[in-house]
């Protein structure tokens, strides 16, 4: 559980051998600096190595026979400055030879070139012992030094960047600005009880404004600020911020920034549970995460150095690379070089993998697919999947299959024989392609078995989601049929043999089995694949399962199964004849009226309450039968329609006011029929009948006079709500009057306006012109001279003549008119306008 709760690590390790492992069997490394292009090893024995970033030797420095204290290199690479404890003191180009070369009368801890020593105005370098000089190269090549600091003990640590040098010593940490050479700050320390010789100072720049100091189980990070103008005085320019201060848990051997972050090189002592003794346990590499006061924890590894039993916290140290935009951080002690690397993705699924998170791991991989290197996709999905089968998740396990194997036929071929050896063919089955890519028909039949032996549902579901053309057809069909013959009634098992005979394009068997089963897609089957040919003689069966989709069906399919052959059919079945021939004559009247005579009797039998609209809408019917019907099963209804179609109005009305005893009805019937003598037939009858003289009087006004009733009343005769129907009788006869008055009014109007307009009309000037021509000769109206007398009539209607033309006037018709218009009913040219000249 513990190994499960485990955070992955930030930093993998490994060990700087070759050339190394070689060094240290015989020297103890004293200290190293790196390069993006060598690393620089510095021995107990005074040799300088130069390696290459895989540890092997390139170049080899006989400096001292004592321990190198400190290596430095500037920026470029190419200048490399030493110090011993001898008091040697060389600084030298690699590509150029030496520079500088001084033996001091002391010990020299540190040496700092400057970081940009390859130009010619930068030739500079500071070197400490028990004092911190800071040497410089003049303009005739000689150098000179100059005091920078002493009197508080030896100078251990110093770090150059840009413009800024820091250094610590016994008392505490300054920096000091090479371009203003003044000394900007003092950072006291904070432990005195610490030797410093065995607790050294560990400092490094984060940026060229921001120290990092790390010293015993302190940390401060500082910043160099500019100071305002205005604060100025005789103080430097610059002064130091401490933006976060905090504790660590172990004593500081090694600090390196790592983004906002710090990497924590820490020298651990341990009290041992035995002897109760102090003893050295593995040093420790921390990541953490400053705060203002404290820090957050991010990683810590505890590192298996060889020797680490024996090394103290000065032998110790850490170095950092940046390179291509990675950050190599190398762990130095006397015996051993680890070189600690921020982890890549590849190393990330690693870690996911072994702690069998495959799903983390697959994603991880799909994300970073361009930039891992060492991992596939589609390995890491097939041990998923393994690891799912191993847990007994086989649902999951098929389902990651779709993902996992993509198109690849093989592996699907090959996954699908793994899941029959543990008996999970059915767990697949669901996630297999089905088009692209297609796996071999053995495949699928397989699994077509393995549910036919076990599990009918899905079998039949398999073989309803499955394309027939992905298995043999023919194979699963016998194999079906075998199973029949031991439950031949079981639905499943047929329906899917239906669907199977389908596939084959059997299908006459298709049908046959689902007309047997009453199955619902049998239409669809008879409909796309033209199956009518089929199923001339199974009409009554399609009827029995579904006579409104078999009806619809026929008659949409007429072309294909004539109305003659469907009631041939079912002549044995006249209940299902009417269905059908009730439905024939909805849709058309026409269709099938040689059956309409045989209707009759079918709708009397059946569907009485219909018989009535198809004898209002059958032209074809022959009345005389089917009055007989009706008189036969006392339908009166309809008798007395069929009596009033074929004009016995009469003996209808009758009927209607003996048998239905119904007034309301007998007066509607007169209405429809609008004949004076069924009225008079009607007020005879309901004469002697108060309740019948009272629906008349409420009825008859709009069609009789109701006088002619109202004067044969017998006096004396009890009327009921007499009163409500004479009034009822004035109020319509006032509706009347009314109606009559406002017709007679909008017809005066109309009259008016019309009359109005036409006067309006004829009151204006008509244009005559050379292109208007005499309607009786026939030649232009206006003559060619314009200067001789002529004389002209037009009339209204705009037709007109020579006067000449016209006929003259008589006495008995002094009136002209025109002579087109006059054969026309003497349309609206009688009046004329005379135009003389």
């Not at 499960?4 to 600096?33: F, H, W």
Request: proline share 4%.
């Amino acid at each position: 559980q513990e190994e499960e709760s485990e955070e992955e690590p930030k930093l993998k390790y490994e060990r700087l051998s070759n050339g190394v492992t070689e060094i240290l069997q015989k020297d103890a490394a004293s200290c190293m600096t790196v390069h993006d292009k060598f690393l620089a090893l510095g021995t107990h024995y005074g040799k300088v190595y130069l390696l290459d970033v895989q540890g092997n030797i390139t170049q080899k420095f006989d400096v001292s026979p004592v321990k190198i204290n400190q290596i430095s290199l500037d920026e470029s690479g190419e200048h490399l400055g030493v110090c011993s404890e001898d008091g040697k003191v060389q600084v030298f180009g690699l590509y150029s030879g030496e520079e500088f070369h001084e033996t001091f009368d002391c010990p020299i801890k540190i040496i700092a070139v400057h970081p940009h020593f390859v130009r010619s105005s930068c030739k500079q370098f500071v070197t400490g012992g028990k004092k911190l000089l800071l040497f410089e190269r003049s303009w005739m090549s000689r150098w000179k030094s100059s005091v920078l600091h002493e009197g508080e003990g030896n100078i251990r640590s110093v770090k150059w960047r840009g413009h800024l040098i820091a250094w610590a010593n016994n008392m505490g940490v300054k920096i000091f600005d090479i371009t203003s050479k003044q000394r900007i700050t003092n950072v006291p320390r904070d432990d005195i009880s610490l030797r410093p010789d065995m607790y050294p100072c560990s400092l490094c720049w984060k940026d060229s404004v921001t120290l990092i100091i790390g010293w015993g189980t302190s940390v401060k990070v500082c910043s160099v600020k500019e100071r305002h103008a205005s604060e100025m005085r005789d103080l430097p320019s610059r002064y130091v911020e401490i933006v976060s201060q905090f504790e660590t848990e172990f004593y500081i051997s090694g600090l390196a920034p790592l983004c906002d972050q710090l990497v924590v090189l820490s020298y651990v002592k341990e009290v041992s549970e035995k002897t109760e003794r102090e003893y050295c346990a593995r040093p420790r590499l921390d990541i953490i995460q400053p705060l203002s006061e404290a820090c957050e924890e991010i990683s810590s590894d505890a590192l298996t150095v060889r020797g680490f039993q024996e090394n103290e916290c000065r032998d110790y140290h850490l170095a950092i690379e940046y390179s291509e935009g990675e950050s190599l951080f190398y762990i130095v002690s006397p015996r051993d070089v680890v070189v600690a690397k921020e982890r890549d993705q590849d190393d990330h699924i690693d870690w996911l993998l072994e702690k069998k998170k495959y799903e983390e791991a697959l994603m991880a991989a799909e994300i970073s697919q361009k930039n891992i290197k060492r991992h596939k996709i589609l390995d890491i999905g097939l041990a998923y999947i393994n690891h799912l089968v191993d847990k007994g998740e086989y649902d999951i396990a098929a389902r990651k299959c779709q993902k996992i194997l993509g198109k690849n036929a093989a592996l699907w071929e090959y996954e699908v024989y793994k899941f029959k050896e543990i008996g999970q063919l059915k767990a697949i089955s669901p996630y297999l392609p089905r088009g692209d890519p297609v796996l071999k028909p053995l495949i699928y039949e397989m699994i077509l078995h393995e549910f036919l032996e076990s599990d009918y549902e899905g079998f039949a579901t398999l073989v309803r989601e499955w394309p027939g053309d992905l298995y043999n057809n023919s194979v699963i069909v016998q194999a079906v049929r075998e199973h029949l013959k031991k439950d031949s009634q079981n639905r499943t098992l047929l329906q899917t043999l239906a669907e199977l005979y389908t596939y084959d394009k059997n299908y006459g068997n298709a049908l046959e089995i689902y007309l047997t089963l009453r199955h619902k897609d049998v239409f669809q089957l008879i409909h796309k694949h033209n199956l009518f040919s089929s199923i001339k003689d199974k009409i009554v069966l399609l009827m029995d399962f579904d006579s409104e989709k078999a009806v619809d069906m026929l008659l949409d399919n007429e072309d294909k199964i004539s109305i003659k052959k469907v009631v041939e059919e079912l002549e044995d079945r006249p209940e299902l004849q009417h269905v059908y021939l009730h439905k024939l004559f909805k849709r058309d009247h026409h269709k099938g009226q040689r059956y309409h005579e045989k209707q009759i009797s079918l709708y009397a039998e059946y569907d009485r309450p219909n018989l009535l609209p198809f004898l209002r809408d059958s032209t074809h019917c022959p009345l005389e039968k089917a009055l007989e019907i009706c008189h036969q099963r006392n339908f009166v209804e309809e008798t007395v329609y069929l009596l009033s179609r074929m004009g016995n109005s009469r003996s209808a009305l009758k009927m209607i006011m003996e048998e239905l005893h119904d007034v309301d009805k007998a007066i509607e019937f007169a209405k429809e029929q609008d004949d004076a003598e069924l009225w008079e037939d009607l007020i005879l009858y309901s004469i002697d009948k108060p309740p019948f003289i009272t629906g008349l009087l409420n009825n008859i006004g709009t069609h009789v006079d109701p006088i002619l009733l109202i004067h044969r009343i017998k006096e004396g005769m009890e009327i009921p709500n007499l009163r409500d129907s004479l009034v009822k009788i004035l109020q319509d006869y006032n509706l009347q009057i009314l109606l009559r008055e406002g017709c007679k009014k909008i017809l005066v109007a109309d009259s008016l306006s019309l009359l109005k307009k036409m006067h309006r009309t004829q009151m204006k000037g008509i244009l005559v012109d050379e292109e208007n021509i005499c309607e009786s000769c026939l030649s232009p109206i206006l003559p060619s001279d314009a200067a001789k007398p002529f004389s002209m009539v037009v009339f209204h209607c705009r037709h007109m003549f020579h006067k000449e033309c016209l006929p003259v006037p008589s006495m008995t018709s002094p009136a002209q008119f025109c002579n087109i218009c006059s054969a026309k009913h003497r349309g609206p040219g009688s009046a004329i306008l005379e135009m003389k000249k």
